[in-house]
């Protein structure tokens, strides 16, 4: 029997696509429906669903991030409210997408490319390279939104730093730190909102807290707990890699 879960932070969505898949494949078995990509990684690691329909935008992790995460363990099918311009992206590699309202015939024939591919016994492909270059396409601000400067507080003075010279960004529940070689600063923008304004390349995302400047790494290392750590540059200050953000250093 087909397994699959559902993720989206909006329940009206959600539900709507539970039913449609109940109606026309009755056969395909719902192990969980999820609110965010914190709760989808948790379910496709527990479940291990032969499909996961993933919202694009969901709070902690996005659909991109719960797919290049999940690294092949099941097949991904995006749902996205993005224009027809951005879906041109998801033609990149064996990944479908479904486009928002979704309508019970393009769900036909996105479930009818799924049954053909399990009969095959087809196997997912490795979608960490199909993840950086989707990601890249639906991310990539218009050059108008570009981050180049970034004004921080620091005690009663307001420093200015250029994006160029910043090392990583973290945050936690009030403020984002930016730290340069040597000064940094707090803003109240959180890592979400600064993705908007910089390009995949210009900062990684290594922690659901973290964003590094990849040009500052000196090096990543693994504990004796297989945990992985960034080292810098010109900073003393080592960065924690978190699970979900693993697949960038896949090689060590």
Same mark, same amino acid.
């Not at 099918?77 to 928002?100: M, P, Q, R, S, W």
């Not at 024939?109 to 399990?118: A, F, G, N, P």
């Not at 910043?166 to 909102?193: C, N, P, Q």
């Not at 890699?241 to 896949?250: C, D, E, L, N």
């Given at each position: *029997?087909?397994?699959?879960?559902?993720?989206?932070? &909006?329940?009206?969505?959600?539900?709507?696509?539970?039913? *449609?898949? /109940?109606? =026309?494949?009755?056969?395909?078995?719902?192990?969980?429906?999820? &609110?965010?990509?914190?709760?989808?990684?948790? $379910?496709?690691?527990?479940?291990?669903?032969?499909?996961?329909?993933?919202?694009?935008?969901?709070?902690?992790?996005?659909?991109?991030? %719960?797919?290049?995460?999940?690294?092949?363990?099941?097949?991904?099918? #995006?749902?996205?409210?993005?224009?027809?311009?951005?879906?041109?992206?998801?033609?990149?590699?064996?990944?479908?997408?479904?486009?928002?309202?979704?309508?019970? &015939?393009?769900?036909?024939?996105? =479930?009818?490319?799924?049954?053909? @591919?399990?009969?095959?016994?087809?196997?997912? /492909?490795?979608?960490?390279?199909? *993840?950086?270059?989707?990601? @890249?396409?639906?991310?990539?601000?218009?050059? $108008?939104?570009?981050?180049?400067?970034?004004?921080?507080?620091?005690?009663?003075?307001?420093?200015? #730093?250029?994006?160029?010279?910043?090392?990583? #960004?973290?945050?936690?529940?009030?403020?984002?730190? %930016?730290?340069?070689?040597?000064?940094?600063?707090?803003?109240?923008?959180?890592?979400?909102?600064? /993705?908007?304004?910089?390009?995949?390349? @210009?900062?990684? /995302?290594?922690?659901?807290?973290?964003? %590094?400047?990849?040009?500052?790494?000196?090096?990543?290392?693994?504990?004796?707990?297989?945990?992985?750590?960034?080292?810098?540059?010109?900073?003393?200050? @080592?960065?924690?890699?978190?699970?979900?953000? $693993?697949?960038?250093?896949?090689? *060590?």
């Amino acid at each position: *029997m087909p397994t699959a879960i559902i993720a989206d932070d &909006e329940d009206l969505q959600r539900s709507d696509l539970q039913r *449609m898949l /109940q109606l =026309i494949w009755p056969e395909l078995e719902i192990l969980a429906t999820c &609110e965010d990509g914190g709760d989808a990684l948790d $379910a496709i690691t527990k479940f291990q669903p032969n499909i996961a329909f993933l919202d694009i935008r969901m709070p902690e992790l996005s659909g991109l991030d %719960v797919a290049r995460a999940s690294d092949g363990k099941c097949r991904v099918v #995006f749902t996205t409210a993005f224009d027809n311009h951005a879906i041109e992206a998801f033609k990149l590699g064996a990944i479908d997408y479904l486009l928002k309202p979704i309508t019970e &015939e393009r769900l036909q024939h996105t =479930i009818s490319r799924i049954k053909e @591919q399990l009969s095959a016994g087809t196997t997912p /492909q490795d979608l960490i390279q199909v *993840m950086a270059a989707l990601d @890249q396409r639906l991310r990539e601000p218009q050059e $108008a939104e570009k981050i180049r400067w970034i004004s921080a507080n620091s005690g009663s003075t307001i420093k200015l #730093f250029s994006i160029e010279d910043v090392l990583f #960004f973290e945050s936690d529940l009030r403020y984002t730190r %930016v730290v340069s070689a040597d000064d940094e600063g707090h803003i109240r923008t959180s890592i979400k909102e600064l /993705q908007k304004g910089l390009s995949p390349d @210009q900062f990684w /995302q290594i922690h659901r807290s973290i964003m %590094v400047n990849p040009r500052a790494i000196a090096r990543a290392r693994r504990d004796e707990m297989g945990n992985i750590f960034v080292e810098l540059k010109n900073h003393r200050e @080592q960065l924690r890699v978190s699970q979900t953000y $693993a697949w960038r250093f896949k090689g *060590m």
